[in-house]
């Protein structure tokens, strides 16, 4: 199947700083990535799509200014966070929609993930 | 608006128990429909899929039925491993939300 790799996995980082996360696919060409936060025990919350060479679709109450996307091509994404806080720390994955979608299943593949801790 | 019910965890099952995870969703249309599965520490993993009312869905043991008259989409096996212990998501494609997801913890 198709394969999204997130890196880094785990990063650690100071209060204050950025920290750029990046969501590739693999093996096939991605339109449309999105973007999770995931807090312990907690379902996933989309916190943005982005469809390749246009501003990123931010859900509610997610600030894009804090958390910035770019998907500059169709096999990467990329979520920087803006100088970061304790807040901020989570689990933030993210997933990728092959273009044109394979059949009528509109499936996502989601990368490992990447654990996010700001001290 | 779209939502997604499912029943709330943690699932507690000895190894080779039957499970069933109940989900339940509100969506514009017939979506297709997904159960994912999180392992610790890890992202998701498409489980199985029905992209039409009545398929049933499959893999690993594992089984769903579209509904279309209850609206349900609930997963289901056999008989579980210790391995199945994870967190399962349903999802309807349309409204790309999740819902609270189920852990299920299997016991040897």
């Known amino acids: 199947g198709a394969v999204v790799s997130q890196h880094p996995s785990w990063v650690i980082c100071k209060s204050g700083t950025s920290v750029k996360i990046e969501c590739r696919s693999l093996d096939f060409q991605a339109t449309t990535m999105f973007w999770y936060r995931q807090f312990p025990k907690q379902s996933l919350m989309l916190m943005a799509t982005?469809?390749?060479?246009?501003?990123?679709?931010?859900e509610q109450g997610v600030e894009k200014d804090k958390f910035l996307i770019n998907h500059a091509s169709l096999t990467l994404s990329t979520l920087t966070v803006t100088s970061a806080h304790p807040e901020d720390s989570s689990f933030y994955i993210c997933?990728?929609?092959?273009?044109?979608?394979?059949?009528?299943?509109?499936?996502?593949?989601f990368g490992p993930g990447t654990r996010l801790t700001v001290t | 608006g779209n939502s997604v019910t499912q029943m709330e965890g943690p699932v507690t099952l000895s190894e080779e128990a039957f499970l069933t995870i109940n989900c339940t969703y509100t969506a514009t249309g017939y979506p297709s429909l997904f159960w994912y599965v999180q392992y610790p520490g890890e992202g998701l993993q498409l489980l199985l899929k029905?992209?039409?009312?009545?398929d049933k869905g499959s893999n690993k043991g594992f089984e769903a039925t579209y509904r279309k008259e209850t609206t349900s989409f609930h997963l289901e096996k056999g008989s579980v491993q210790v391995s199945d212990s994870a967190v399962y998501f349903c999802?309807?494609?349309?409204?790309?939300?999740f819902g609270k997801g189920t852990m299920l913890l299997v016991s040897p």
């Open positions: 029905a992209t039409k009312a009545d």
């Open positions: 999802a309807p494609y349309s409204t790309l939300t």
């Open positions: 982005s469809n390749e060479g246009s501003k990123a679709t931010y």
């Open positions: 997933s990728a929609r092959e273009s044109p979608p394979s059949g009528s299943s509109y499936e996502q593949y």
